[in-house]
């Protein structure tokens, strides 16, 4: 796997925007101050000219998070599934129009979202329960990373993160090594969002896992471990807590989860 993959280097932008502030500190003393503030536009998604989801997002690497979202909401199963990826930015926001294969085209119809329906759950625009705890497959891959390399990803983590750098106001997804080595990091205000731009990376670069890991700098929740399964991913670290059914559903489809409580203790679900 490479360090970074290809930038969309026409459509990108930092991912920051300076803005005005008075800094106070304890005495009371007020100072004018100008800092890097993390940006978040609406970014929505339409598949075969269906709108589909709007998400809040930082503006970078937005063709990465196209794949990595449809592959995350099951809409593709590979790269050559998605033929092109149309990108527009607006006076509200930006705008991605994805065509997909005609293999696949017929998905969107089944999976659409009717968020405003008296029938909708209210879960993600996601219409009933059965939709929302859909069946995982099965995790087959396995990493051979132990606890140390967990910890070294951890250290290794903030130098790949320019926006975080820069901001201090957003998530990381790293793909890393078995020993423990960040090799493709993504960002983004959102944990859910910087973890499918990971997933869509690795995906237009053909990359796999190679028997490592994916850090994310988040609580564990079960759409991440999800989003993991989906992406063949052997085994899944987050920096905080998880929930219940995270724990649960990463037990059942066989997906090893270490939780890195901050400070210098590492927290692995019992069989």
Not at 99 to 126: K, P
Request: aromatic share 4%; proline share 5%.
């Amino acid at each position: 796997m490479s360090a970074a993959a290809p930038a969309d280097m026409a459509m990108e932008r930092t991912g920051v925007e300076q803005r005005a502030f008075v800094r106070t500190a304890r005495s009371g003393e007020h100072t004018p101050i100008a800092r890097d503030v993390a940006e978040e536009v609406p970014v929505a998604i339409e598949y075969q000219g269906i709108g589909y989801a709007v998400l809040m997002a930082t503006p970078a690497d937005l063709i990465d998070l196209a794949y990595g979202f449809s592959l995350s909401e099951r809409l593709i199963d590979r790269a050559d599934h998605i033929v092109d990826v149309q990108y527009q930015r607006g006076e509200n926001g930006i705008l991605l129009r994805v065509s997909l294969a005609i293999e696949v085209a017929s998905r969107i119809l089944d999976r659409v979202r009717h968020r405003a329906t008296d029938a909708s759950c209210g879960l993600c625009g996601i219409e009933n329960l059965e939709q929302a705890m859909r069946a995982l497959p099965r995790n087959v891959a396995r990493s051979r990373a132990d606890d140390v390399a967990c910890f070294a990803a951890l250290a290794a983590l903030p130098t790949f993160q320019p926006i975080n750098q820069a901001s201090g106001a957003v998530h990381a997804a790293a793909a890393c090594s078995y020993e423990g080595v960040p090799l493709l990091v993504r960002e983004d205000i959102g944990r859910h969002n910087a973890f499918d731009k990971l997933i869509g990376a690795m995906l237009r670069a053909g990359a796999g896992w190679d028997e490592g890991f994916a850090l994310l700098s988040s609580r564990c929740s079960y759409e991440l471990v999800e989003k993991a399964l989906l992406a063949g991913c052997p085994m899944l670290a987050t920096i905080s807590a998880p929930t219940t059914l995270a724990v649960d559903r990463a037990a059942q489809a066989g997906l090893p989860l270490r939780v890195l409580v901050r400070g210098d203790a590492l927290l692995a679900p019992r069989p």
